[in-house]
């Protein structure tokens, strides 16, 4: 199945109305198996975990019979938890080890690894702007403990194709991968491969003993690097028509709620800053894809620029924005994001010690 993502209201709504979370708990690891392709809304923040988890529950699912399905739900705010507290740019727990470059192996973006599911799997990523989680975690094996590339670049290089692009989950998952959110490395060999995404694949330098890839030297296929670099293609943007009796909220591309003050008589700005894209990237698709989004809020106005030039230019006065890490400069009134549990927060150095404490607000 190759996945689409339209980008209207009612559509992502009725793809929250047909998730099984039955089904997906059993066949998640495979490429074929029952995802709910929700990602890239509840990345952009058109939808919330909590949103989706109730609206599962809704459906008289018994939480001991969906806990897979929650938990993949609660990763993503531990993620986001963990950005709150660390800085996730660079090696969390412990440094990578070992590490031969900070590049990306030139195998990646021309998906030239020689691992054919992992090829097929980035050219997908291509064509579509989405990839299975478990070839996410596949890719990131094969750069950082196989191609030995330091985490953060061949990261930038995934996230910036993504439509569901969170730096928090992409950043925290491969260094998870890595070793340096995690006690160990994360290592596939070629039947782990086969086995998940129904390829055939015999005699590739992964078709060996995990002991073997332990030690490996550095595939002549991942060896020649090349540094990343992308320009995201922001839009220009027309001046902006503000009401000064009116409060203005501002918008990012991880705050794209249609529900949120859907009811107040605002100013909507969808601010975007060169300087967060400059940090992370985007492709043109996913620029797209977020100003699609951003047309489900009546009365949106795009703005490129800081936080703070806007307010130098227009001046409002009062302004709601959603805390989130990557708002820089912002000042108002911030307001929370929906969390699965709202008085679970700090930092929990692994996601099971999190979800020890957020399980038991379930019991």
Same mark, same amino acid.
């Given at each position: 199945m190759i996945p689409t993502f339209p980008t209207d209201l009612a559509s992502i709504l009725e793809r929250v109305d047909r998730i099984d979370p039955i089904a997906y708990g059993k066949t998640r690891n495979h490429l074929d198996g029952a995802v709910t392709y929700l990602s890239p809304y509840i990345s952009r923040g058109v939808i919330s975990t909590r949103q989706v988890l109730e609206? +599962?529950?809704?459906?008289?699912?018994?939480?001991?019979?969906?806990?897979?399905? +929650?938990?993949?739900?609660?990763?993503?705010?531990?993620?986001?938890? +963990?950005?709150?507290?660390?800085?996730?740019?660079?090696?969390?727990?412990?440094?990578?080890?070992? +590490?031969?470059h900070h590049d990306v192996p030139v195998a990646l973006p021309t998906a030239q690894t020689g691992i054919e599911a992992i090829d097929d799997g980035i050219r997908r990523l291509y064509a579509t702007g989405y990839m299975h989680n478990h070839m996410r975690m596949y890719t990131a094996m094969l750069a950082c403990n196989i191609g030995r590339s330091h985490w953060r670049e061949p990261a930038r290089w995934m996230y910036s194709h993504l439509l569901d692009g969170d730096w928090a989950s992409n950043a925290c998952s491969w260094q998870w991968v890595a070793g340096a959110n995690s006690s160990k490395t994360y290592i596939a060999n070629q039947e782990n491969i086969n086995r998940f995404t129904g390829s055939r694949q015999a005699g590739s330098y992964l078709d060996t003993s995990y002991e073997a890839l332990e030690s490996i030297p550095i595939p002549e296929a991942l060896r020649d690097t090349t540094a990343f670099a992308l320009h995201t293609p922001l839009p220009a943007t027309a001046p902006l028509r503000l009401d000064p009796a009116k409060p203005t909220l501002v918008y990012t591309s991880y705050n794209l709620d249609p529900f949120w003050h859907r009811d107040t008589d605002a100013n909507r700005i969808l601010l975007l800053d060169p300087q967060v894209f400059e940090r992370v990237p985007v492709s043109d698709r996913v620029m797209r894809f977020i100003l699609d989004l951003s047309q489900n809020i009546p009365g949106m106005q795009v703005f490129t620029g800081t936080f703070q030039s806007m307010k130098e230019e227009y001046g409002p006065d009062l302004i709601h924005f959603k805390e989130h890490p990557l708002n820089i400069g912002f000042s108002g009134i911030e307001e929370p994001r929906k969390w699965i549990s709202t008085d679970v927060t700090g930092y929990f150095p692994s996601f099971f010690a999190y979800w020890k404490q957020v399980s038991r607000r379930f019991s």
């Open positions: 609206a +599962v529950l809704a459906k008289g699912h018994a939480l001991r019979d969906i806990e897979s399905f +929650v938990k993949e739900l609660c990763w993503r705010d531990y993620f986001q938890r +963990v950005q709150q507290h660390k800085d996730i740019d660079s090696d969390i727990r412990q440094p990578q080890h070992p +590490v031969a």
